[in-house]
Antibody, heavy 113, light 107 residues
Framework: QVQLVQSGAEVKKPGASVKVSCKAS????????MHWVRQAPGQGLEWMGI????????SYAQKFQGRVTMTRDTSTSTVYMELSSLRSEDTAVYYC??????WGQGTLVTVSS | DIQMTQSPSTLSASVGDRVTITCRAS??????LAWYQQKPGKAPKLLIY???SLESGVPSRFSGSGSGTEFTLTISSLQPDDFATYYC?????????FGQGTKVEIK
């Protein structure tokens, strides 16, 4: 069965960067685009961007342009989401997902001085 | 970008009530709409996909309807386990957009 396993919680200082991983299994890694969605405490779901694991092409939400980078490693079936210049408003749970059904468990990123 | 407008933002209801949540897209998304249920501290759970298809294992009291720009999630008889937040999501384009969410509270 499809599994998306994300890396563990992170605590970062303002201005730093964070890199969250999402390891895929149970399907052909290069056949499905990977999305990243985040949810700040008490807030709704926010789409961040998408990566094509096959060729590595990406598309980011305008809000995150210039601060987010999504990459993949086909040898390990892992996708990465790096967010830079972190601020307190970036405190959120970050999810990877390949479709409406299959989501990772979420990674809490806390930005605090 | 496609915008999704969900209403109401909060809904107070009693067990046994029929509940309806509405989602409107800023342009046609055909039937590429999903509904999720989310409880505190948990990842969203898929209830409905392709506007009206019930995900396996989801109780039949949940149903979805609509196409184009207007969509509805209905819970025919609200159960205690249904008090949660619900989101609509369009996946018509490679980019996704979510509604703002509807919190279903106990009346």
């Amino acid at each position: 069965q499809v599994q998306l396993v994300q890396s563990g919680a992170e605590v970062k200082k303002p201005g730093a960067s964070v890199k969250v991983s999402c390891k895929a299994s149970g399907y052909t890694f290069t056949s499905y685009y990977m999305h990243w969605v985040r949810q700040a405490p008490g807030q709704g779901l926010e789409w961040m961007g998408i990566i094509n694991p096959s060729g590595g092409s990406t598309s980011y939400a305008q809000k995150f342009q210039g601060r987010v980078t999504m990459t993949r490693d086909t040898s390990t079936s892992t996708v990465y989401m790096e967010l830079s210049s972190l601020r307190s408003e970036d405190t959120a749970v970050y999810y990877c997902a390949i479709d409406t059904l299959n989501w990772g468990q979420g990674t809490l990123v806390t930005v605090s001085s | 970008d496609i915008q999704m407008t969900q209403s109401p933002s909060t809904l107070s209801a009693s067990v046994g009530d029929r509940v309806t949540i509405t989602c409107r897209a800023s342009q046609s998304i055909s039937s590429w709409l999903a509904w999720y249920q989310q409880k505190p501290g948990k990842a969203p759970k898929l209830l409905i996909y392709k506007a009206s298809s019930l995900e396996s294992g989801v109780p039949s009291r949940f149903s979805g309807s609509g196409s184009g720009t207007e969509f509805t999630l209905t819970i025919s008889s609200l159960q205690p386990d249904d008090f949660a937040t619900y989101y609509c999501q369009q996946y018509n384009s490679p980019t996704w957009t979510f509604g703002q969410g509807t919190k279903v509270e106990i009346k």
